[in-house]
């Protein structure tokens, strides 16, 4: 979120509210609204799930064919070389953009927005179109989720195994998370205060991950582990690691905006007033940018969640989650049986949402 102490002082110059959006707040927002974009873009091209089940042509999509139906692994790789490279174009241009002008808080002291009313008109048309997003994308879903899922055929697939994949989903999700911010915590601070070739080069590295063919990703880091270490071949220790490859740029893309916003300067002051390394980012970095590390490990947790790919590729025998369950039913068209552990996916996602719209974490 941002500090609204920038358009009180545009405000407070004489300037328009128009202006102010226009020279001061979507300025301001410009490096998260670079990375929203990224985000969608990449997630649109690597995805399986949904253009799988309805059997739309896409490269992805071909890849997965080619590896399983036809075991084509070289067109496979020829066609996942073309997204990484279309991937690679996306995010130089991108990070072009981004890197032209740099925006920084100076200082530690946040103000949150006020809320002010709106007339009756205004009030309607807010409303209205809130609801409408909210209703399309969350309500109608979730309606016929739960009125699947209080069918008889449904509830009959409610029993220990299926909070076993409960369990499943959820221990994968937080490790995933987890690593997936400790590993991308030293690439975005590196590339942005110190933004060296190799940095960078490390940085874009990592955000190649995000398209490339969750069933390439998960053969990759397997011929890894087989060749390195073998010992670890069918264990879940091989879809942490492929998720966390994975969904890493998805968490890079809330720390980075984080770390930018903050300026190098506090960290030079605390220095220089006597703070060691470890002091200052205790007490003055990891405040300031918490907001942007919190929603890169929800991110993470929340695309771990519904991952299918990797896991089908990657999972030890007998080891389901509840995206593996709700694939399996939907592909034979048993949408009852799958609108349980669909239902629980959804309902699971909801503290992480919440989590991020509390005015706690807003106003770190």
């Given at each position: ?13 004489g ?84 890197q032209?002008?740099?925006?920084y ?18 009030t ?33 697939t ?9 369990w ?20 975005a ?142 592909s ?33």
């Open positions: 979120s941002m500090n609204v102490s920038f358009e009180e002082v545009a405000r407070a110059s300037v328009s509210r128009l202006s102010t959006l226009w020279r001061v707040t979507l300025p301001l927002m410009r490096p998260s609204i670079a990375a929203g974009i990224a985000l969608v873009i990449l997630y649109v091209v690597s995805d399986f799930g949904a253009v799988s089940l309805l059997r739309y042509q896409t490269l992805t999509y071909a890849v997965f064919q080619q590896m399983t139906g036809r075991s084509d692994n070289t067109a496979a790789s020829i066609l996942s070389l073309l997204l990484v490279v279309l991937a690679l174009i996306f995010l130089i241009t991108e990070r072009w953009f981004r032209r002008s740099r925006f808080q100076t200082t530690g002291r946040y103000r949150a927005p006020q809320r002010r009313r709106f007339g009756w008109l205004g309607v048309a807010v409303t209205g179109y809130l609801g409408l997003i909210v209703g399309a994308a969350f309500a109608l879903p979730a309606s016929i989720l739960i009125q699947w899922s209080l069918s008889p055929e449904a509830q009959a409610i029993d220990s195994r299926f909070f076993g994949f409960v499943n989903s959820g221990i994968l999700a937080a490790c995933a998370a987890t690593g997936g911010v400790l590993i991308g915590l030293p690439l601070y590196l590339a942005s205060r110190r933004p060296t070739l190799l940095n960078l080069g490390c940085l874009q590295a990592a955000y190649a991950g995000y398209v490339l063919p969750g069933p390439v990703a998960a053969l990759a880091v397997l011929v890894l582990f087989t060749k390195l270490a073998p010992v670890f071949y069918g264990s879940v220790l091989i879809l942490i690691v492929a998720y966390v490859i994975h969904f890493l740029p998805a968490g890079l893309q809330s720390m980075e905006p984080a770390l930018q916003h903050m300026s190098p300067n506090l960290e030079e002051v605390a220095r220089t007033l006597g703070l060691g390394i470890r002091d200052t980012w205790r007490r003055v970095t990891l405040p300031l940018v918490r907001n942007g590390f919190v929603v890169a490990w929800v991110l993470i947790f929340l695309q771990t969640m519904k991952e299918l790919p990797a896991t089908l590729l990657l999972r030890p025998v007998g080891f389901d989650t509840l995206a593996i369950r709700v694939w399996m039913e939907a034979e068209e048993y949408y009852q049986l799958a609108a349980p552990s669909a239902l629980l996916i959804v309902l699971l996602s909801l503290p992480a949402l919440a989590l991020l719209v509390s005015k706690d974490w807003r106003a770190a």
